[in-house]
């Protein structure tokens, strides 16, 4: 897509406890540190999906860094989180996702990576 997911369906406040919040604040992703050791960043990811009904969808995407930061080296993602009619009801129910729920999907996204997925 090429709006803007970061910040669509924030508020003007300073609040970065959320991950729209955080993007609005900062001007940039969130960072963590995953179970693994590794540092990783998130993006959110919005599609169209073949259902009449809802036929947007909305996950995360955790790219995982070089550990000089230089480059992205893999990536792991969620399952898909929101469903909605809109596109921007999706970026805005992403947006709404607190920081720590976040770590949490991380979490989640890591332990369920095949494990094929631990190229350094």
Not at 46 to 67: C, I
Not at 75 to 88: A, K, N, P, Y
Not at 102 to 115: T, Y
């Amino acid at each position: 897509m090429s709006e803007d997911l970061s910040t669509a369906g924030t508020d003007s406040g300073k609040d970065d406890t959320t991950l729209g919040g955080y993007f609005h604040v900062h001007n940039r992703p969130p960072a963590y540190e995953g179970s693994d050791g590794h540092p990783y960043t998130v993006s959110l990811e919005v599609e169209k999906t073949g259902n009449l009904r809802t036929p947007y969808a909305g996950y995360l995407v955790f790219p995982r860094w070089a550990e000089t930061g230089v480059g992205i080296v893999g990536h792991v993602e969620t399952r898909t989180l929101i469903e909605c009619v809109t596109s921007e009801e999706v970026v805005a129910g992403l947006n709404a996702l607190t920081l720590i729920e976040v770590q949490h999907l991380l979490v989640d996204a890591l332990k369920q990576r095949e494990p094929t997925d631990t190229a350094d």
